[in-house]
């Protein structure tokens, strides 16, 4: 089956820039979408079809896949943005076609 | 405005079996490539997919639960129904109803609140 991996933790200043990996096998030809999960809440989506963003998404929040990594990007990191932050792809040909990465914590110093 | 919200019970002891409705606002699930589907979180893991009921009556299951898993809609109240038997403690979880509006290939637009069901005797 298909497997994202993605690190379990990234740290960073605020007014920095955080970027967060999805790993998989030649994942540039898959669609990638991000969810933000902020603590004792219900994800959201932050980033659609690798980099298209939903209405009412900073535009601090960026997304890019080529080869085997897809990356979100966040510009100018604030305190609110400290958060869970998942990936998912759409794999056609399985049976098990929802896939999600194991989530990254996004911690803001 | 698209909503959706998750109820049910939040205790279920085990070998009991789940009953969760979904009851969404804001479309139809017959309006097409629209989906309706559930994912699940246990405390302080990831997210994982459970089902989806597609607008075409059309249905997908995880297939690791799949023998569990049954997922129906009642289009006069707007509502998706997930039952799951056999519930364990493992099943403790967040579980989510979630909007996906583009077919083939879903993202999840809109999520409810979550409920958390824990397995418990």
């Known amino acids: 089956s298909y497997v994202l991996t993605q690190p379990p933790s990234v740290s960073v200043a605020p007014g920095q820039t955080a970027t967060i990996a999805c790993g998989a096998n030649n994942i540039e030809r898959k669609n990638v979408h991000w969810y933000q999960q902020r603590p004792g809440q219900a994800p959201v989506l932050v980033i659609k079809y690798d980099s298209d963003r939903p209405s009412g998404i900073p535009e601090r929040f960026s997304g890019s896949n080529s080869g085997n990594t897809a990356t979100l990007t966040i510009n100018r990191v604030e305190a609110g943005d400290e958060a869970d932050y998942f990936c998912?792809?759409?794999?056609?040909?399985?049976?098990?076609?929802?896939?999600f990465g194991g989530g990254t914590k996004l911690t803001v110093l | 405005q698209i909503t959706l919200k998750e109820s049910g019970p939040t205790l279920v002891e085990p070998t009991q079996t789940l009953t969760l409705t979904c009851t969404f606002s804001g479309f139809s699930l017959s309006n097409n490539e629209v989906s309706v589907g559930w994912i699940r979180q246990p405390p302080g893991k990831a997210l994982e997919w459970l089902a989806l009921f597609y607008w075409n009556d059309d249905k997908r299951y995880s297939p690791s639960l799949k023998s569990r898993l049954t997922i129906t809609k009642d289009t006069s109240k707007n509502q998706v129904v997930l039952t799951m038997t056999d519930m364990d403690p493992v099943d403790t979880a967040t579980y989510y109803c979630?909007?996906?509006?583009?077919?083939?290939?879903?993202?999840?637009?809109?999520w409810g609140q979550g409920a958390l069901v824990t397995v418990s005797s």
């Open positions: 998912q792809v759409w794999e056609s040909k399985s049976d098990h076609p929802v896939i």
């Open positions: 979630v909007h996906g509006p583009e077919y083939p290939e879903y993202y999840f637009d809109y």
